[in-house]
């Protein structure tokens, strides 16, 4: 099992470029995550998806969209971005709800 | 809502020294407590999780943590670290709508 994987693993964009991070598990798990991680501030939920068909706001979703595309996949989307995007972004995923999340490797992001 | 406050943003120890990271939370349900390991340019792995049942949980690396209701405490302790426990360490609460919230990280250093 490869477990959380995501692509790209580093991007640089500039101010108002939009890009698509990839996210996918092998887990057959119900539950997927988007968090961006900024020092200091531990992990910040941008969106989630229940289970497959829904998705739902976290914390700090301005700037992005998400898309559930199957059991297996959950995308994060920057449509126009921005330099306090500028993070480390993880994807998790989980079998219920409230329980413990298995975490990708994340994708280090800087907007100039 | 739910909050973890992770005491320390860094702890400094020697080698074969104990450490305790500690870890507060605050929850309106019942909570499932959660700590994370993440190392440099890693996504998180779990360490531990306490769900229910014996209040002291322990990592298969020799870490252990013990819930403690009437402090909401969730400390992480290890009685000799090895230089390889070096990490960024993270406590994580289950809160109302069965979603994580995590503290701000402790960075643990180990000096030999």
């Not at chain 1, 979703?61 to 898309?67: E, I, L, M, R």
């Not at chain 2, 209040?55 to 819930?67: C, H, K, Q, R």
Request: charged residues 15%; glycine residues 8%.
């Amino acid at each position: 099992n490869a477990g959380v994987t995501q692509t790209p693993k580093f991007q640089v964009l500039k101010t108002g470029q939009s890009m698509t991070l990839q996210c996918a598990q092998d887990m057959n798990h119900n539950s997927m995550y988007w968090y961006r991680q900024d020092p200091g501030m531990g992990l910040r939920l941008i969106y989630y998806s229940a289970s497959e068909g829904t998705t739902d706001k976290g914390e700090v979703p301005n700037g992005y969209n998400v898309s559930r595309l199957n059991k297996r996949e959950f995308s994060l989307r920057l449509e126009s971005a921005a330099p306090s995007q500028t993070s480390v972004y993880f994807c998790a995923s989980t079998r219920d709800r409230g329980r413990e999340q298995y975490f990708g490797p994340g994708t280090r992001l800087t907007v100039t | 809502a739910q909050s973890v406050t992770q005491l320390d943003s860094q702890v400094p120890v020697f080698e074969e020294a104990p450490v305790e990271l500690r870890c507060n939370y605050s929850s309106s349900v019942s909570v499932y407590l959660f700590w994370y390991v993440q190392y440099p340019n890693q996504g998180l792995q779990l360490l531990l999780k306490y769900l229910s049942g014996s209040t002291l949980v322990e990592s298969i690396n020799g870490f252990e943590a013990e819930f403690n209701k009437s402090q909401t405490s969730f400390h992480l302790r290890k009685p000799s670290v090895h230089i390889s426990d070096t990490a960024e360490y993270f406590c994580a609460v289950r809160g109302a709508g069965n979603m994580l919230t995590f503290g701000g990280g402790t960075r643990l250093m180990v000096k030999p």
